[in-house]
């Protein structure tokens, strides 16, 4: 999860720090506790620092039932730490999905939704289009939780 890159961190002094989970982090058997254990951690390293935690990259998988589970353990574990410079960032609470369609880049011609473009070979991960238009959309929601910590 998160803070597996702290040590890459170490001397450097960041002025808000944003975390998300991959699509391939999205497990319904996520924990509150474990997502305590790992703010805490980044909490230590960085303990002036606001934080933007994010759910889980929605994927193909859209607002399944994984997606909201995970998505539900982080928010209840970001909650729990009560800590006024961490933000929990939702990414399924527009409730329209990331993606549509359940195509991807190798689908034949006549596929619909964006995912034929957004989505790579694998089926997994995102194109170099699907990277800018998730970018985009965490932007705008790590943007608003900025403000709402200000």
Excluded: K
């Excluded at 998300?20 to 951690?41: A, F, H, W």
């Amino acid at each position: 999860m998160w803070d597996y890159r702290l040590e890459d961190c170490a001397g450097t002094e960041p002025d808000a720090i944003s975390v998300m989970m991959g699509y391939n982090d999205r497990v319904s058997t996520l924990l509150p506790s474990d997502v305590i254990d790992r703010l805490r951690r980044v909490r230590a390293a960085f303990p002036n620092v606001p934080i933007h935690v994010g759910g889980p990259w929605p994927g193909v998988e859209n607002f399944s039932a994984r997606i909201v589970a995970t998505e539900q353990a982080i928010a209840a574990g970001v909650e729990s730490m009560a800590d006024p410079l961490i933000e929990f960032v939702p990414t399924i609470r527009r409730g329209d999905p990331w993606l549509t369609g359940a195509a991807s880049q190798g689908t034949p011609a006549g596929a619909t939704g964006n995912s034929r473009y957004l989505i790579g070979y694998d089926n997994i991960h995102p194109t170099r289009r699907g990277a800018l238009h998730h970018a985009r959309r965490w932007a705008e929601d790590f943007l608003a939780a900025m403000q709402s910590m200000i």
